[in-house]
């Protein structure tokens, strides 16, 4: 005997589509039943996989790599969202000038309350899910499928007091092996898969204490825009060791805020971030031209070659030479 | 060893303790019983709503899934009721388990013998 499912002919929605709640520039690029693939018009690429779990829940894998600035749509909307980037992070802009970044391994539980009006990716990458509850479309069939699993989205909401702020915290292990699972699944899984996962994360999110929470570091989009212009003057020219006290000359910044906005943005001290970023040119180079080892260091602002070793080795655990000979078997 | 990996020896268990036990595999029972069994070794949180979480999953009323899992464990006690013997007493029960003592013994011998 075959046994219909009793999410066929639920609801018409149950599409994965919701054209409002993407950016203007979103595009359909295919659809399959219980998913939707959207593509983003951007200077790079921005897919997002949209898969309808219940009426009124949906489960949105993201993909970006590019240097956008993209609007959130600002319709007030009757949601729920809990985010979480599994790589990169995430730079929101929210009214009256204030910013704040989601980082990698952190997730967050935001309201319809303060939502940002714009996002962007400050290392031009970042991939991540977003689980969206939309209580207006939500069904009293989802209501009651939640309610078997002592899942109450009201509760959720109060317990962590998401009305008036995010509810932001470190991704506790109950919940890592879930957002683990689910990027597993992307794209080989279906919507069935993905129901059992949701409502995992769903219950786990309900155990969540207010206790846990991180308080959201906001600051002045001035202050970031200086940040992001001297990270730019700083990676300009490589081969000199300029003072960080110079690119701050005539900046409005005092330098420990500077330290303290940059190593938020992207995640590491200026001078830890420039090492790495110098480290990085050096594999790509040593990967990709036949320049000597000597000559890579000097382009880099290294004195000599042995001082330029040891900084490759502190990021890559192994020495120029033998990073080249590695890559060249490959 | 992945979660992926992790869960395919769950279900290869618990596929292995079905088909001993008499459970066949063309039946829908057998997809419901393999996915719960599966689940509660994978330590899902919803182990008192293993059922709910079943149905779910198939799209299908919690009810459906009960009788269709209670039709074929009574077919499978029809066809041998010795596999369901209590090993301890040695008595042969009278009628075929529940439904959830079925999954409960099933996990029991899934821990207890490595396929």
Not at chain 1, 37 to 44: E, L, R
Not at chain 1, 157 to 170: N, S
Not at chain 1, 246 to 273: C, D, M, N, W
């Amino acid at each position: 005997m075959t046994q219909r499912s009793i999410y066929q002919n639920l609801d018409p929605t149950l599409n994965g589509y919701h054209p409002d709640w993407y950016d203007k520039n979103a595009k359909l690029i295919s659809r399959k039943p219980g998913c939707s693939v959207i593509s983003y018009q951007c200077n790079g690429t921005g897919i997002l996989y949209d898969y309808s779990i219940f009426p009124g829940i949906d489960l949105i894998f993201m993909d970006f790599n590019c240097s956008d600035i993209f609007d959130e749509p600002n319709e007030m909307r009757n949601v729920l969202e809990i985010r979480h980037y599994q790589e990169g992070r995430v730079e929101f802009e929210f009214e009256g000038d204030k910013v704040f970044h989601l980082q990698q391994d952190e997730f967050c539980v935001n309201g319809m309350l303060n939502m940002p009006a714009r996002y962007s990716f400050p290392f031009d990458y970042c991939s991540g899910l977003s689980l969206v509850l939309d209580k207006n479309s939500m069904t009293e069939v989802t209501r009651s499928q939640l309610a078997l699993f002592q899942i109450d989205i009201s509760v959720l909401e109060e317990d962590l007091d998401t009305a008036h702020q995010w509810y932001i915290c470190k991704t506790p292990p109950s919940m890592c092996h879930v957002f683990e699972e689910l990027y597993a699944a992307k794209e080989h899984e279906t919507s069935q898969y993905f129901r059992i996962k949701v409502l995992e994360l769903l219950y786990h999110a309900t155990k969540l204490r207010k206790e846990d929470r991180v308080a959201a570091t906001y600051y002045a989009r001035e202050h970031i825009e200086i940040v992001k212009r001297v990270r730019k003057a700083m990676l300009k020219d490589l081969s000199r060791s300029t003072p960080l006290e110079q690119f701050l000359r005539g900046e409005a910044i005092s330098t420990v805020t500077f330290q303290t906005i940059f190593k938020q943005i992207y995640g590491r001290s200026p001078y830890a971030y420039l090492k790495h970023y110098r480290m990085n040119s050096a594999a790509v180079q040593l990967r990709e031209s036949n320049e000597s080892i000597n000559q890579i260091a000097l382009s880099l602002g290294y004195s000599n070659a042995s001082k330029f070793a040891r900084a490759f080795r502190d990021v890559f655990g192994v020495l120029p030479k033998d990073y080249r000979t590695a890559q060249k078997a490959i | 060893m992945t979660m992926k990996q992790r869960s395919e020896v769950a279900a290869d268990r618990a596929a292995s303790y079905l088909r001993e036990m008499g459970i066949r595999p063309s039946s829908k029972a057998y997809q419901y019983l393999l996915f719960a069994l599966t689940q509660l070794q994978c330590g899902t949180p919803f182990q008192n709503s293993i059922w709910e979480l079943t149905a779910i999953h198939f799209g299908q009323k919690r009810e459906n899934v009960l009788a269709c899992v209670r039709r074929e464990i009574a077919h499978a006690f029809r066809m041998a009721p010795d596999r369901f013997s209590n090993e301890r007493v040695g008595d042969v029960p009278a009628r075929p388990p529940q439904s959830m003592a079925f999954l409960r013994l099933g996990l029991y011998m899934i821990n207890r013998v490595v396929y």
